[in-house]
């Protein structure tokens, strides 16, 4: 019995120091560089997404600013944001999108983004809510 504990003490011990690692580890590895936004970014206006969400904090016709849907995307899932950018027709008919689609009088169209090059898009609006991107 006493050598079970002790075992069982030591793995307890090992368990939460492997937890700590990987925790700290998690911690720095949301640190992203100048260069991975930029990445990103290039993501962003090659689906033709700044053609409707305008830089700085200029709204426009065709859509929210981006600073306004990330903001938007920060208080939704990444599950729900991944989930809308690959397919917003699904979601027409939520209270909220709906009534960004009066205010808009727009819907966004699908933009045939793949679930590789949406969860970078969630990263982006991640890093614009976060107050990381310059411009
Ligand atoms: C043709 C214009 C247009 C394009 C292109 C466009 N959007 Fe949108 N987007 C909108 C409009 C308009 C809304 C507000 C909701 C609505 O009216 O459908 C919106 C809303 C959003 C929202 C907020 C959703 C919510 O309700 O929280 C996100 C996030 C978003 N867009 C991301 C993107 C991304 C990423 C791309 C590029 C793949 C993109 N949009 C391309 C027009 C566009």
Known sequence: MRKFIMVFTVATFILSVLTNFALAKDKTG????????????DV???YGCSGCHM????DSTSGPAVA?????AKGKSKKWVIS?????KKHYNEPDVKALIH??????PNNG???????KLYEYLMAVADGLVKK
């Open 55 to 58: 830089y700085m904090h200029r």
């Open 113 to 119: 983004v793949t679930k590789k090059d949406a969860e």
């Open 103 to 108: 205010q808009y009088v727009q819907y966004m």
């Open 30 to 41: 949301q640190k992203i560089t100048k260069k991975q936004i930029e990445k990103l970014r």
């Open 84 to 88: 809308w950018i690959m397919n917003p």
């Open 68 to 72: 306004v849907i990330a903001a938007l």
């Open 44 to 46: 962003f206006d090659n």
